[in-house]
Each structure stands twice: as C-alpha cells, then as structure tokens.
C-alpha cells in the first residue's frame, strides 16, 4: 500500500475554484484506481471522481465543474474543483485502488 497525503483544501466563496493534490509516498504507475471521495457532516462518503485505467468517472452532482488527473512522474493526483458552491462542503479523500486512504483535506464552501 502506499501512503497518501491530501492538499489544497481551504475556504472560497461559492463560484470560486480550487485545486486539491494527492501525494503518494511510492510510484503510482502501477495503480489501477485513483480516486477523490468526499464526506459532508451527516452524510455517507460519497465517490466524486475516478480515474481508472484511463477511463474517468464523475457524480453526476461534479461533472462539467471537477476535473481528476493525475502525474505518474510526480506521484500525484489532482481533483480541479470550478464553479464550487455550498453544497461541495465537505472532507475530501484521495484513494488508491480503494485500499490506501489519505487523511483528507477539508473544503468549505461559502455562501
């Protein structure tokens, strides 16, 4: 497994963007499945963004405004949030084939 650290969480003003970063402690070429999950207070985990084998699958609640991507030279995943409004609030989680996890990163959105 390898360990994930998550960044680029903050506080924006509805409308606004951000950029979250997933670093991985180890090569991330051989990863199947790298994902972005996020958890609102109150709410189940729910999957935002995926990209597997190539192939990228979005919430439908996300599609048109995140964008996942990642850089097998720079072990490292992006989740490009545009357009944010309240309802993104939440903690974000990057995953590695659904078995490595980071610590997430807190997103808060402003009304």
């Known amino acids: 497994q390898v360990r994930l650290v998550e960044s680029g969480g903050g506080l924006v003003q509805a409308g606004g963007s951000l950029r979250l970063s997933c670093a991985a402690s180890g090569s991330i070429f051989s990863i199947n499945a790298l994902g972005w999950y996020r958890q609102a207070p109150g709410k189940q985990r729910e999957l935002v963004a995926i990209s597997r084998r190539g192939r990228l699958t979005y919430a439908d609640s996300v599609k048109g405004r995140f964008t996942i991507s990642r850089d097998n030279a720079k072990n490292t995943a992006y989740l490009q949030m545009n357009s944010l409004t309240p309802e993104d609030t939440a903690v974000y989680y990057c995953?590695?084939?659904?078995?490595?996890w980071g610590q997430g990163t807190q997103v808060t959105i402003s009304s």
């Open positions: 995953t590695a084939d659904f078995t490595s």
